[in-house]
């Protein structure tokens, strides 16, 4: 947390890196940008709380419905008087400010970038980071591997991201994608089993685990069904 001592006035950040953005953007059970900002304000409130900080009022630009989203921070946080809306920046002095932190240390991030590929040669002009924007959408273009796709700054499920890949980058065919689903699901059964065998698995009831555990029965793996 940073204080001035000339005013009363102090601040935190939450960095969200672009890995964590891809992750949990395109994971099985994805997670939306939305839940990802809301996730990161409540982090930051939690964090000053256990400072011991006298938080008595809370302003926030909203993302998403700003009603909604006023309301599960009422929830986590009761007794606070909450403020969630649109253009907050424009409405409220201490959002102006939140907002000018946050692009300030974005932009000192980006300018003292280090790529975590190692020696990689790409350009650190990466631009305003928008699709309106040439400089970005020619950094997209110049270092996009018809491979590996980006390196790790650039937020994978972003669709400007996702466009420049579908149009450069090689196809991956899946031997499944050609499968029936029938076909799949027995695929995956007998190959399942054939693992089990090969390692001396067997299936059992969860009465057979007791039994064994109860005679002190040398148990190396136990398959519950499910």
């Known amino acids: ?33 939305n839940t990802i900002s809301h996730n990161a304000a409540i982090n930051l409130i939690r964090r000053a709380l256990h400072l011991g900080i006298n938080v008595q009022e809370i302003y926030v630009d909203t993302v998403g419905v700003a009603s909604k989203y006023q309301a ?4 986590l946080f009761p007794g606070i008087a909450i403020t969630v809306s649109k253009k907050a920046d424009s409405l409220f002095p201490v959002v102006s400010a939140a907002s000018i932190v946050a692009k300030v240390v974005r932009d000192y ?31 997209l273009q110049n ?14 499920s972003w669709k400007t991201t996702k466009e420049i890949i579908n149009k450069t980058c090689v196809d991956v065919i899946w031997d499944e994608d050609d499968m029936e689903e029938s076909e799949l699901r027995t695929s995956d059964r007998r190959d399942r089993y054939k693992f089990f065998a090969e390692n001396n698995m067997e299936l059992v009831t969860e009465e057979s685990f007791q039994w064994a555990a109860s005679n002190d029965d040398e148990v190396e793996c136990i398959v519950l069904p499910y």
Do not use: C
């Not at 996009?144 to 937020?155: M, T």
């Open 1 to 33: 947390m940073k204080t001035d001592s000339s005013i009363p006035l102090g601040w935190m950040t939450e960095i969200l890196e672009p890995e964590e953005l891809s992750a949990k953007m395109q994971r099985f059970n994805q997670v939306n940008l």
């Open 72 to 75: 599960k921070l009422e929830g």
């Open 109 to 139: 991030r980006l300018k003292h970038w280090e790529f975590k590929e190692g020696e990689i040669k790409a350009s650190t002009q990466f631009g305003s980071g928008y699709p309106g924007d040439p400089t970005t959408i020619t950094w």
């Open 143 to 156: 270092n996009s591997d018809q491979v590996f796709g980006f390196p790790s700054i650039i937020r994978f």
